[in-house]
């Protein structure tokens, strides 16, 4: 089973490659794109028996190792098996 | 209108920080995790007329900036959950 854990600086905190990304899309003539935000990305393959038990790990590998709770959200997404990460 | 760039090593290159996230579980425990892919993670709040306009936006920030797309393939999804696939 395949779970997505998206690690995010916390609002409140200064992004600085986020702006730095900003620039430079607007630098690029990208005016259009206002903000950007940048965070850390895991795909985790989890041999679980039910979408709950593959939920529940990836939770806790996020709160223990993936995220820095301090400063950083994160968010758990399961794939059910009608979707699939791109190659 | 906000659109989410996933950014991934392709899966034939080599992803060291995602073995060590792996190697790192398993010693807390988490034989359940069989593999971790590591990428990056970008929210782009998108100054567009429509949701095609934002998406493709942030498909030509992926390709010229955000990706290394020798290397590394991208995903687009736009807020209202609909997505987009690319290579």
Redesign the interface.
């Known amino acids: 089973m395949r779970a997505r854990v998206?690690?995010?600086l916390k609002p409140s905190v200064f992004d600085p490659q986020?702006t730095i990304?900003t620039d430079?899309?607007h630098t690029?003539g990208?005016d259009?794109?206002?903000?950007?935000?940048?965070?850390?990305?895991?795909?985790?393959?989890?041999?679980?028996g039910s979408e709950e038990e593959a939920r529940r790990?990836a939770l806790?590998?996020a709160d223990?190792?993936?995220a820095n709770t301090v400063i950083e959200s994160y968010r758990v997404e399961v794939e059910s098996s009608t979707e699939r990460?791109?190659?």
Chains 1, 2 share one sequence.
Do not use: H, M, W
Request: overall charge neutral; aromatic content about 12%.
């Open positions: 998206f690690v995010t986020g990304v430079a899309l690029l990208y259009a794109v206002k903000n950007v935000r940048q965070g850390k990305y895991f795909e985790l393959e989890i041999d679980a790990l806790e590998a223990k190792l993936l990460s791109v190659p």
